[in-house]
């Protein structure tokens, strides 16, 4: 049989080939098959078995011959009988093995053929590219990926469709590119082409094509006009992709203003262009212009570049940065030492070669490694921001989160650079802060300021061009202001750096004299550098955000100057008496350690001072005997609640308002008496440091006394300050080498649902736990007591601090971002972004102030600021505060409005009773009682009955007036530095309003005067009004009687009920009020509050009573007010004074539609109320009301003018009305403009003569040029 196929096969390649190689084929295939078959073929004679046409159709001759094959015999397949016995012998299991074995040796050997198989007939790389992935369903190629694909199926010999070669194969065809609107096209005629240069890279051929010759044209680049710079419609969120991301939004102000450079760039180009074209065209003979062939216009290939080719391109730009312009300095011996010590100086290459070449650079080191003194030097010292420097001439930024950081960096710097400070001469270090912008000058090269302050700046110049680099300092600390800082300043960065380089291209294709005449390479945008510097490793928020940077900035790692510090922790925890435990572990540190400073970590100011006082009295040199404590009814409570209004415009710190609001409502606690300290003071003697120089620190004491703990403790006296976490990061206190740490601070925790916001006592992260045990590592080795166990550290101790922006409402946020263009404020790139609940809650009390509109639609929400939000956001604070002076202003109230906002922009000025501090002695209760008396009675002449603001009102004219002594302050219990605070921010406030309104008709300047004299009660009536206008979402009503059941009497007849219903429980005026009263029946109806805070329960601050008559106007035009019907009595009526037409109406207010007495409104004008108000302006026009001269006709009218409102369907009585809805005629100005058009004059004559009687119409028509004219 295989014989046989064998045959047929070489029988069929015979007939396959030519007649000239069919022999030689088959003999070659006969002699190759012989030796392997030559046992089972046999050879026989072809014409034996073939016939003579089969011969001679296969080309036989008689020479050849046949082989056949031989039928193969079976072979035996039996087996040995060996291995049969064998078999039988073997067991079923061994047998079963062996099967398997057998069965797994040809899987592996069948799966070896398969993958030889599959590796042999798998796809190449380039064929796999050219086929589509099934995760790509649904997606349409671009044009760069369609080119891809064509260009590879062409490489592979594959068959391309005709638009694919269309493609990648496009025909050359002439094509005008389009130029930027504003900028003036340039046309291409022939005086153009023989007088000019021709573009870069084009080709110019004429018609014989007697060769080619390149030629250069300037490239004329597009102005930007828009309000931004946009490649996306919004930011993009984290979700989406890397290339939508780096597509975001860059929201400015008037671009036109950016591109000021590019404009002067071009518009010299321009005038230089025409210049040469008119020189050309003069030098051309007309007679040898009707020879001259035109040549031939070939558009120049634009190459495409990649996000990357640009990236690198920008860095390029920034690498002229290594021939700086050093700056020589002449630093004292004893600076210079000191500044070689600090870890950060061993980095100043490294910093300043990332600095060099990179746009961003996130730079770390903790506390004490100098990294917030010495990198503003490096950068002054390489040549930023001297007016030489070729490219980053600009000043440098630095921002600090705190007015006090501000202040003593800034003079630090300044005296180891050993140069002018603020104004004086060759100051080229300053600052500016709130209230203070004296600090710095001209000169100024580098200037600290808080975050605010830069935050205004981006406002005013969205570019930032006066300064080359933005140092944020103290990141880490994440608030409010530096992570908008961070989102903003991730776009500017990039923005600026590519508008520079288009500038530098467009001036470097100028001639040498247009450059000399557009001024210099000084005059273009430069780039801008950013550093981000943080005291923890908490960076992984800017680093991994690819919303925020799409290339990730480097990160440079400082290691801090530390000595090591050993940190032991307690066996217990004490949870309440903490601060008495911290009491003895001073008193065993002193008596026990050698000599080294203490440094105590304790939450608020109460208790500082009484540990501060318990220090002095046991352990101070005037100590002589133990102190007797004083009897306290209170224990303090761990809930504490905040004071005053938060400006996030500026940073201040929690633990500020968290003191005054504890003294307002708790007593001070007071510590147990310790009895160890009469067995130690055995021991005091013999110590080399018998005594303790106790200190306290925190935000309210005075800048006089917080410089103290700077200074060197009297001899014999151990250093012991008792600090809140103020000396955490912001101050280095020298000397300390024990830190006793509480674990505790005082922290706001706002609720975002109701507003209820309340101070409470936490535990601080492990971040934090471990920058206050590094405190004592400074100078020398150190030791840390922790106040609480380690089981506790590890479970309860959050790891970083929560970001302020998750804790705080964003209302002010919101609107600085919609002053600067950002529509979609909540796809701003925020480090961390906030909650969604938290924009709604902003939006909506931005739209009850009236500072932004939102229309809703069946697929989305449209946002936008209004003309009064813009002027709010001109205020340096809140936008409630804002809009009550917009409206003093039109009222005339305007000084008091000022003096009222700086005083609630603060904290409370008013000491209580636990924040005076007690005489040594406590054992005369008399003199206490008589002390608590005459605090009681200074505060009483403060008291305003109706307002709380009104009293602080008072106590603010009282200040100025007594020329600001501090001797006034302490006699009546005041607060000197927030009095001092609230005079400063009366000062700024009556400068931007004298420069908002200098150029208003009428206004007349403000001048603040010392001589402020208390309110008229109009005036005070004025004022509420004005106060009830910036809080109309914060009104309470008395709750109704039964509505509070449970609780004692107080509880249960004293509630009020909040108008917008997102608190689900009473709140009461609180105790401190001078609006409180105890007697339920003598209670205010209704009041407005500047904040409720949560103590035992929820109390309203801040309290002013108000009427609720002024809450129809108040909340008129917003969603808390509302009104079903026009009131038909009284009637509608023309106000002449306005020019409008008013009505009454019962306004409903608030969630629960509390009715309102009647109140007048200007007539409304919608949809509902149409078609009645033209109706009611008709009547009022026939009386007379409108237009005075008509009232003599009014008593020959044919019929009644009433019955224009009731015949609604009589063509000729709705004529009027119909005829004033026309022409949209609202007021008597209205109908003025009207007449005055041409062909108007007529205007109302036909339809008034309609309704009077003859000959009265006929008199109309005679008098009707006197009453157009009137």
Excluded at 32 to 43: F, L, R
Excluded at 247 to 266: C, D, G, N, Y
Excluded at 426 to 436: K, L
Excluded at 990 to 1014: C, M, Q
Aim: with cysteine.
């Amino acid at each position: 049989m295989n014989g046989t196929n064998k045959h047929k096969r070489r029988k069929s390649m015979v007939q396959s080939l030519s007649d000239s190689d069919v022999k030689t084929s088959a003999t070659s295939l006969l002699e190759e098959s012989t030796d392997s078959a030559i046992d089972t073929c046999t050879t026989i004679d072809p014409a034996s078995i073939l016939s003579e046409e089969l011969q001679s159709e296969l080309c036989v001759n008689e020479t050849d011959s046949i082989i056949l094959h031989k039928k193969e015999k079976k072979k035996d397949d039996k087996l040995p009988e060996k291995w049969i016995e064998e078999a039988k012998k073997m067991s079923k299991a061994k047998r079963k093995k062996l099967q398997q074995l057998a069965l797994q040796k040809t899987k592996q050997t069948q799966r070896a053929h398969i993958f030889k198989s599959l590796q042999e007939n798998q796809l190449g790389d380039e064929q796999q590219k050219i086929m589509f992935s099934s995760s790509n369903l649904g997606h349409t190629d671009t044009v760069r990926e369609r080119l891809q694909r064509s260009l590879r199926m062409e490489k592979l010999g594959l068959q391309l469709t005709a638009a694919d070669f269309d493609l990648l194969h496009p025909k050359e065809v002439r094509q005008e590119y389009p130029i930027a609107s504003n900028s003036t096209p340039r046309k291409l005629d022939s005086a153009h082409m023989k007088g000019d240069k021709a573009p870069l890279g084009t080709k110019v051929a004429d018609s014989k094509g007697t060769g080619s010759k390149k030629k250069t044209k300037k490239r004329v680049r597009a102005i930007f006009t828009s309000k931004a710079i946009t490649t996306s419609d919004e930011f993009q969120t984290p979700a989406h992709t890397k290339e939508q991301v780096e597509t975001s939004t860059v929201p400015i102000q008037e671009v036109v203003e950016v591109s000021e450079a590019m404009t002067r760039l071009l518009e010299l180009r321009k005038k230089n262009q025409e210049r040469r074209l008119k020189e050309s065209s003069k030098s051309i003979d007309p007679s040898t212009q009707e020879d001259r062939v035109e040549p031939k216009y070939i558009p120049t290939i634009i190459p495409l570049k990649t996000t990357r080719e640009l990236q690198l391109e920008n860095r390029s730009h920034s690498r002229p940065l290594r021939n700086q312009h050093v700056v020589q300095l002449q630093r004292r011996p004893e600076i210079q030492m000191a500044r070689m010590q600090l870890p950060v100086c061993t980095s100043e290459q490294e910093i300043m070669e990332a600095i060099a070449n990179n746009e961003v650079v996130i730079l770390c080191g903790e506390t004490g490694s100098g990294k917030t003194t010495q990198v503003p030097q490096f950068l002054y010292e390489a040549g930023f921001g001297h007016p030489e420097h070729p490219t980053f001439f600009g000043r440098i930024g630095v921002t600090q989160p705190r007015r006090v950081a501000t202040v003593s960096t800034a003079k630090r710097v300044a005296e180891e650079l050993n140069v002018g400070f603020g104004e004086a001469p060759g100051g080229h270090v300053g600052y500016q802060i709130r209230y203070d912008s004296s600090h710095f000058s001209k000169t100024t090269r580098i200037k600290f300021m808080t975050d605010g302050i830069l935050l205004k700046e981006i406002q005013q110049d969205f570019l930032l061009r006066q300064y080359s680099v933005i140092i944020l300092d103290e990141a880490h600390e994440r608030n409010i202001n530096t992570d908008i800082l961070i989102g903003l300043l991730s776009r500017i960065v990039p923005f600026r750096s590519k508008l520079a380089l288009e500038e530098m291209e467009e001036y470097r294709a100028l001639t040498p004299e247009e450059q000399n005449e557009f001024g210099g390479v000084h005059k273009l945008l430069k780039p801008l550098k950013l550093v981000i510097m943080s005291a923890t490793l908490r960076v992984e928020d800017f680093t991994s955000n690819t919303l925020l940077f799409p290339s990730p900035p480097p990160v440079l790692r400082i290691e801090a100057r530390q000595y090591p510090v050993t940190v032991h922790f307690s066996k217990h925890t004490e949870l309440e008496k903490y601060v008495e435990a911290a009491f003895k572990k001073v008193v065993r540190i002193h008596n026990k350690l050698p000599e080294g400073g203490v440094l105590v970590f304790l939450t608020g100011q109460q208790e500082i001072m009484q540990l501060v006082r318990k220090l002095s009295q046991a352990y101070g040199s005037k100590a002589s005997r133990p102190v007797k404590s004083c009897k306290s009814s209170r224990k303090v409570s761990r809930t504490l609640s905040r004071d005053s209004e938060y400006v996030p415009l500026e940073h201040d710190d929690a633990e500020e308002e968290a003191c005054i609001e504890q003294a307002q409502d708790v007593d001070s606690y007071q510590l147990d008496h310790d009895s160890d300290i009469d067995s130690d003071q055995e021991e005091n003697d013999s110590l080399a440091v018998p005594y303790i120089h106790a200190l306290p620190l925190y935000s309210l004491l005075p800048p006089s006394e917080q410089m103290r703990v700077f200074d060197e403790p009297p001899e014999h006296h151990r250093l012991v300050v008792v600090a809140t976490d103020i000396a955490e990061t912001s101050l280095t206190i020298p000397n300390i080498k024990y830190v006793v740490d509480a674990g505790r601070t005082k922290s706001r925790v706002y609720n975002l649902d109701n507003g209820i916001s309340n101070f409470q006592i936490q535990w601080i992260s492990k971040a934090s736990a471990d920058q206050r045990a590094g405190r004592a590592g400074r100078t020398g080795p150190g030791h840390c007591y922790r106040l609480y166990s380690s089981a506790v550290y590890d479970t309860d101790f959050p790891k970083f601090t929560p970001p302020e922006i998750l804790c705080h409402p964003i209302e002010e946020v919101v609107l600085q971002m919609k002053a600067m263009g950002i529509h979609n404020v909540s796809k701003f790139p925020f480090p961390t972004p906030p909650d969604r609940h938290a924009f709604v809650k902003a939006v909506q009390l931005l739209e009850y102030l009236g500072a932004i509109t939102v229309e809703q639609s069946a697929d989305s929400t449209k946002e936008e600021i209004t003309r009064l939000g813009q002027l709010l956001v001109q205020f340096p604070v809140t936008a409630r505060f804002a809009k009550m002076l917009l409206l003093a202003k039109e009222m005339g109230v305007l000084e008091y409005t000022i003096a009222i906002v700086a005083g609630l922009s603060g904290h409370s000025p008013f000491v209580t009773m636990l924040e005076e501090e007690p005489s040594d002695q406590c054992t005369d209760e008399l003199a206490e009682e008589r002390r608590k008396s005459d605090m009681l009675n200074r505060r009483l002449q403060w008291a305003n009955p109706q307002s709380d603001l009104l009293s602080l009102l008072r106590a603010a004219g009282a200040y100025a007036y007594e020329s600001c002594s501090s001797s006034f302050c302490k006699e009546n219990f005041l607060h000197e530095k927030l009095m001092s605070q609230m005079l400063q921010l009366r000062q700024q406030l009556t400068r931007i309003v004298n420069t908002l309104y200098a150029e208003e008709e009428g206004f007349t300047k403000i001048a603040l005067s010392s001589h402020l004299d208390p309110p008229s009660p109009p005036t005070e009536d004025v004022l509420r009004q004005i106060i009830a206008a910036g809080f109309m979402d914060q009104v309470a009503r008395r709750a109704p009687r039964g509505m509070v059941e449970e609780g004692s009497k107080l509880d249960r007849n004293c509630a009020y009920v909040n108008c917008t219903g997102d608190i689900k429980e009473p709140i009461y005026i609180h105790p401190h009020s001078h609006v409180f009263t105890a007697n339920p029946s003598k209670l205010p109806e209704y009041v407005v509050y500047q904040q409720i805070t949560r103590t035992t329960r929820a109390y309203m601050r801040n309290v002013t009573i108000i009427e609720a008559s002024w809450l129809g106007s108040i909340g008129l035009g917003t969603s808390l007010c509302s009104y079903p019907e026009i009131l038909e009595e009284p009637k509608p009526e023309f106000n002449a004074s306005s020019d409008r037409l008013d009505c009454y109406v019962q306004p409903h207010y608030g969630k629960y539609a509390w009715t309102l007495p009647t109140t007048k409104i200007p007539y409304p004008i919608d949809s509902k109320w149409e078609a009645d108000y033209y109706r009611w302006l008709a009547k009022l026009l026939l009386d007379g009301k409108v237009v005075p001269y008509l009232a003599r006709f009014s008593s020959y009218l044919k019929r009644a003018s009433i019955l224009v409102l009731r015949q609604k369907f009589e063509a000729k009585i709705q004529s009027l009305p119909l005829a004033l809805q026309r022409k949209h005629i609202h007021s008597r100005a209205d109908l003025k403009k009207v007449w005055m058009e041409e062909g108007s004059e007529r205007f109302l004559l036909p339809e008034l003569q309609l309704w009077l009687k003859e000959p009265m119409d006929r008199k109309l028509a005679r008098e009707w040029r006197h009453i157009v004219t009137e």
